[in-house]
């Protein structure tokens, strides 16, 4: 995976916005530095993160603004490269969950997924764990970089293999099962890219709950690409009006980010730090990566594309069956949304 030239700086927009859906309780948090999403340029970097806190269970939503909070402040106080600070961020984070049940075990039972993104000059990095995802947008061309740690994307790799039909997999109720979740127990499965998938002027990078899923990648996409050229705050309005146009009966809690990246006015050099990652940052992102659990390419036609099925640079890898059957294995515990 290759990261921007040198001299090549950017700059960013973002905005956020949720809908309750039909749930009793909005458990979608999310979180960002700087802490107010820009309007104008934000110059050099954005953090955001966001969690979905789990349906059914205790307190889904202060599970979801520990996760988010607790990232934040640790990734703000940490010191070393953006890798390593991700990567620490997400260990303190899950800390915080297994304190808060520890002072309030009535608690217990709590649980979120996490994605949190980071965007720089030298492009995208990030930590995720359950089904929350995280998209990139580029010429009419939309691409999930996360794995889906749900039991769904388990069943759509079946069905594209033809293990089983597409009416089964699209059918089976435990498709909402989460293999992987920040329970304040030991993580089961990570998905950490500490290298960088590179960023260009024009790209938008969308951070989003499972919520948001109710809509196809075709019309996404579409969305996308109609404002493309609109602030952020108009785009993620747009998605989230779109959702709720469907009127689905049990339509989750949707959050939905959205970044616009920019050229930047003033450009600044990397520095080898940057440019290279350490050797820590690289044995992480061997170590803690997860296979990519990813939808089927589809056709696009000339203003969209569906979600594509490949993540760039070395982020791409297929699932194994291995890691299927260990997924399956974990169903005992597996926390059904």
Partial sequence: MQNTTSGTGLAFEFAWLQSQGRRARQEDFCASLPDVPAMGDAEGRVLIALADGMGGHVSGQIASRTVCDSFIGSFRSATGNTGTRLAHALEDCNDALARAIDVDPKLAGMGSTLVAAHADSNGVKWVSVGDSTLMLYRDGILQRLNADHSHGAILDQQAAAGIISEEIAKGDVRRRALHSAVTGQPIPLKDIELVGEPLLPGDWVIVASDGLLTLGGDELATLIHDHAQDPPATLVAALISAVEAEQEP?????????????????????????????????????????????????????????????????STRMIAMAVAAAALALAAWALLR
Avoid: F, M, W
């Fill in 250 to 314: 049990n339509q989750d809690n949707t959050t939905v980010a959205a970044l616009r990246v920019v050229e930047s006015t003033s450009r600044g050099i990397e520095t080898d730090e940057e440019r290279a990652p350490d050797a820590e940052t690289v044995a992480q992102s061997e170590v803690l990566s997860t296979t990519r659990i990813l939808p089927r390419h589809t056709a696009k036609d000339e203003n969209a594309a569906s979600i594509a099925g490949t993540a760039g640079g070395s």
